[in-house]
């Protein structure tokens, strides 16, 4: 659409004519106002819900029995609701097993590479003192 811009005249045009027409309604609005927050608003009662939802077609006998139920037998939600829905909020404790697993893990490949380099490190030094040594130990048999 970027590359069009003939339709991105009309898109402009779309929205200058929809902010004209809605007003203060704005965009959310269904096109012939009364949405939630006008003073016109009617909460559909039981009766209307469950006539909608009689007329859907994708619903089995079973869904439509459930639904039936909670139009009009609702029930507040329960801890165990959520529970159910969403899980266990938090973490388990074998997930928490699983990370300072994993955290000793790499602090040990940190330990032995660490390790490695200082042994390594010190063995370079003494070498060094040892060759230090020895030329010294050729300068005084020189020298004598």
Do not use: C
């Amino acid at each position: 659409m970027a590359e069009d811009p003939i339709n991105q005249r009309a898109f402009a045009e779309d929205v200058a004519a929809a902010a004209a027409a809605g007003g203060e309604q704005g965009f959310a609005m269904p096109p012939g106002g009364g949405g939630p927050g006008s003073p016109d608003f009617k909460m559909p009662s039981a009766d209307e819900i469950w006539k909608l939802v009689e007329s859907m077609d994708g619903i089995s006998d079973e869904e439509r029995a459930e639904l039936r139920d909670s139009i009009y037998n609702p029930k507040p939600p329960s801890p165990d609701d959520f529970l159910k829905q969403y899980g266990h909020p938090g973490h388990s404790s074998r997930e928490y097993i699983i990370f300072f697993v994993m955290i000793a893990l790499i602090l040990l490949v940190f330990a032995l590479f660490g390790f490695k380099l200082y042994k390594s490190l010190t063995e370079k030094e003494l070498k060094k003192q040892e060759k230090l040594k020895s030329k010294q130990q050729k300068k005084s048999k020189k020298s004598n």
